[in-house]
């Protein structure tokens, strides 16, 4: 089997506009839309074993082309037979195209990515004090390792065939990912070298599906990236939709780069409005949960980020009531589990205060307690969404939902999903 996207349910009054389910199909199996991918940015969902991520509900995962490459190196997943394979998942998987990592080791090193576009805008102040560790120019990206120093230079080509080698069911073409703090100027260069990287990905990819034809076969999904200007995401959207050469056009499409938590839906819409509506689109690095109502009823069908897993080994957790710290000491004699109304192992079987003296005592079980509840919490709050769509009242759970859950503000730094 190859790769195609049913759209199962659409324009229910009492969901958003352009909010949809539906089925992605891949050689490694289905996804139902809309769905939460984990990340798994090394092969590996840290400290949680595989058959825990499809015990918690979760349908596919997201790995990272960039570390893939640099260690072990693509050439190691090929020949164990995919990163599937590899790393005894399997389900459906995705890989990034290590576009985002060219932004936070390199041109983007140290500065936070969206959600604040009120300060300073300069495309000078990058790597202050530090080495740039990388560099972009209109052929691809070199960069230094961040494990050994080694320098290394990523051009669409070759992340098509990092890619191809991984064997993920889903890649993301080569995009130069920015901020909004570059500016306006620079946000156009970004949009024109992705365009002109996104058709030499197709080209790359249509000769690599050729010649390995005796893989499953892989799709390839276009970045929009424009930062938060609105002729900047409608170029990039209606460009990158309507793409095609050798034949080929993009499988589906990635929403990536700088995005205001304010303008969030706006932004998806402007780009839903000029994408094909038949293909499937995908948001990538977003997951707290208030972001995740809003890309849903936008038209959003899947999400990935390494939020849940990443504020869990802090011991930060999410409730239907709200997140908070597991370490507090508030917890050290509550013998309730964090979340009365989650079904997840963690839940089932832990109290808070054994999560807690777990934290206290720094002990390698609370990550993987932690991030199992974390990764249940948003796959199955996606899950409840898709199952309010096809009901027709997604908006009666977003309004249940966000009034209980009493989100306290995230810091800018749980923000950047650097993988
Ligand atoms: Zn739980």
């Not at 390792?145 to 051009?155: A, E, I, K, P, V």
Request: overall charge negative; proline content about 4%.
């Amino acid at each position: 089997m190859s790769f195609s996207f049913d759209i199962t349910c659409e324009s229910k009054p009492g969901n958003g506009d352009f909010a949809r389910t539906g089925v992605i199909n891949t050689p490694h199996g289905s996804i139902q839309t809309p769905a939460f991918i984990p990340v798994g940015t090394k092969a590996t969902v840290k400290s949680v074993l595989p058959e825990s991520m499809k015990d918690l509900g979760s349908q596919a995962l997201l790995a990272n082309a960039y570390h893939l490459y640099l260690q072990p190196g693509s050439d190691i997943l090929d020949e164990a037979g995919g990163l599937s394979t590899f790393m005894n998942w399997p389900g459906p998987t995705f890989t990034d195209s290590g576009g985002f990592q060219v932004l936070s080791l390199g041109v983007g090193f140290k500065k936070v990515l969206a959600m604040d576009s009120t300060t300073f805008r300069s495309d000078d102040v990058i790597a202050h004090k530090k080495e740039r560790l990388a560099h972009v120019d209109d052929e691809g990206v070199t960069f230094k390792s961040h494990l050994d120093g080694s320098m290394h230079r990523f051009t669409p080509e070759v992340s098509m065939q990092v890619q191809h080698q991984i064997g993920a069911d889903i890649m993301f073409a080569f995009d130069e990912c920015t901020t909004l703090h570059n500016t306006r100027v620079y946000q156009e260069r970004a949009v024109s070298r992705t365009s002109a990287w996104a058709i030499r990905c197709l080209d790359e990819h249509q000769k690599l599906t050729q010649s390995r034809a005796t893989h499953p076969y892989q799709a390839l999904f276009g970045v929009i990236q424009g930062a938060q200007y609105e002729d900047l995401r409608r170029g990039a959207a209606s460009d990158l939709g309507s793409m095609t050469t050798s034949g080929i056009s993009f499988d589906g499409f990635g929403i990536g780069g700088a995005l205001d938590k304010e303008a969030l839906g706006t932004i998806i819409t402007w780009v839903n409005q000029e994408l094909p509506r038949e293909k499937p689109k995908h948001l990538l690095g977003i997951g707290a949960p208030e972001d995740l109502f809003v890309g849903v009823e936008n038209g959003i069908d899947t999400f990935d980020c390494v939020l849940a897993s990443r504020i869990a080994r802090t011991s930060a957790v999410y409730t239907m009531t709200g997140r908070f710290n597991i370490s507090n000491s508030r917890f050290r004699r509550d013998f309730t589990p964090i979340d009365e109304e989650c079904d997840c192992y963690t839940c089932a079987n832990y109290t808070r205060a054994y999560m807690h003296h777990l934290f206290k005592g720094k002990e390698i079980l609370a990550a993987t307690l932690a991030t199992i509840h974390n990764e249940r919490f948003i796959v199955r709050l996606v899950d409840q969404m898709r199952s309010a769509l096809q009901g027709g009242d997604f908006g009666e759970l977003k309004k249940e939902f966000l009034g209980r859950y009493a989100a306290k503000p995230v810091s800018s730094g749980d923000k950047i999903p650097l993988s």
